[in-house]
């Protein structure tokens, strides 16, 4: 059965009105038609191995496309902490974690973690033919635990604002096969080493491009400002707000963009991949080995710092503003900076407790309200 890892309802905001075809470029072959059938886009033949997962993916786009729809007809978002926030949140969280693109991204950390360990070892590093045969190892992740991690790290990103942006240029905005954009130019020009887009990071922005003329994103409240400080609805009138948002998809994208073929011509889109494709990443991760001090019998430990290779194009939305708070942040000499690490310490600790069996993954709330009524009854 085919299986899409991109939902049909989503890719029917970026379709004419039949809703039955949609502007589809290859950037492999690096050719594009103004018309494709919408079906057979972003789908493979039973990718999620048995329809119980596809059932389950079915039951959360069935609420957040009414969500989106509601968000694209009327420019009206959902209320922070209501049953609708926490769905779109799943809905987005998921998505991430669904894609061919992560589970490239995954798989390829954990095949250069498993290479670069083995190699080390003595019988290997010493024979030819065992270095040989570790080229051709490679790691294969299951698309179900990838799910389960997005669900995991949801309530992680729980406190982070959203924001719907409202096109208003005369460009229209594109989507790709691995939509959901993972950024932070916060950090971008600040912290140069690492990664910078992991869940609980300061800075942390999430885009998802819902229509020609809508983006939604979630950013961290303490740093980004929209004049006013937290505004649902922020307009955009500057060409190159849209240009930039739409690089992220040329970037971000496995090998497909979708557009809406009466908003956008082909040609438009060729010189938008001329400009990017650039910056498109040669490797979704990076791993970096350092040496350790040599132990008493003559070894030397080596320590492993690995991270997604983040996309980086200076990104500056005329919108989008530092809080003051946010400039006076020193970074000092700490490789992470995160939002908030009460809730990553709660956060660590509730998933060791689940992987025992002692909370389910979707019952992170509860955990809380057991650590909450804990402390009440500790003595003074």
Request: with cysteine; charged share 25%; aromatic share 10%.
């Amino acid at each position: 059965m085919l299986h899409h890892y991109v939902p049909r309802f989503y890719l029917k905001f970026f379709s004419d009105n039949n809703e039955k075809s949609i502007g589809y470029y290859n950037l492999c072959a690096d050719k594009g038609v103004p018309t494709s059938n919408l079906y057979n886009q972003c789908a493979i033949e039973d990718f999620y191995g048995n329809e119980i997962i596809e059932d389950s993916l079915a039951d959360i786009e069935g609420a957040a496309s009414k969500i989106l729809l509601k968000i694209i007809s009327m420019n009206e978002l959902p209320i922070e902490r209501s049953a609708e926030h926490h769905a779109l949140l799943a809905f987005i969280m998921i998505q991430i974690m669904r894609t061919p693109g992560m589970k490239l991204q995954i798989d390829t950390m954990a095949t250069q973690i498993a290479k670069n360990i083995i190699k080390h070892d003595n019988n290997i590093s010493d024979n030819p033919e065992a270095l040989e045969a570790l080229n051709a190892i490679e790691f294969k992740s299951n698309i179900k635990n990838n799910l389960k991690m997005g669900a995991i790290n949801l309530p992680i990103c729980y406190d982070l604002a959203y924001c719907l942006i409202v096109n208003d240029s005369n460009e229209a905005i594109i989507t790709s096969d691995n939509p959901v954009i993972l950024y932070n130019q916060y950090l971008e020009s600040r912290k140069l080493f690492g990664g910078n887009c992991g869940f609980a990071i300061k800075g942390l922005q999430i885009i998802l491009p819902l229509s020609p003329r809508h983006v939604f994103m979630f950013y961290d409240r303490d740093v980004y400002g929209f004049g006013r400080k937290h505004p649902k609805i922020v307009r955009t009138f500057a060409p190159e707000d849209i240009d930039q948002l739409n690089g992220l998809q040329v970037i971000n994208a496995v090998g497909s963009l979708y557009f809406q073929s009466s908003s956008i011509s082909k040609s438009q889109i060729s010189e938008l991949v001329d400009k990017y494709k650039k910056k498109r990443r040669s490797s979704l991760s990076i791993l970096n080995e350092y040496p350790g001090k040599e132990s008493s019998s003559g070894k030397t430990s080596i320590t492993l710092h690995g991270h997604p290779n983040d996309i980086k194009i200076n990104m500056q939305l005329s919108f989008i503003k530092y809080l003051k708070k946010a400039k006076l942040y020193q970074l000092g000499n700490r490789v992470t900076h995160v939002r908030d690490e009460f809730m990553v310490e709660a956060h660590s600790e509730f998933v060791k407790l689940a992987t025992k069996g002692q909370y389910r993954y979707s019952e992170f709330n509860k955990f809380m309200q057991d650590k909450k009524a804990q402390f009440s009854s500790e003595p003074l």
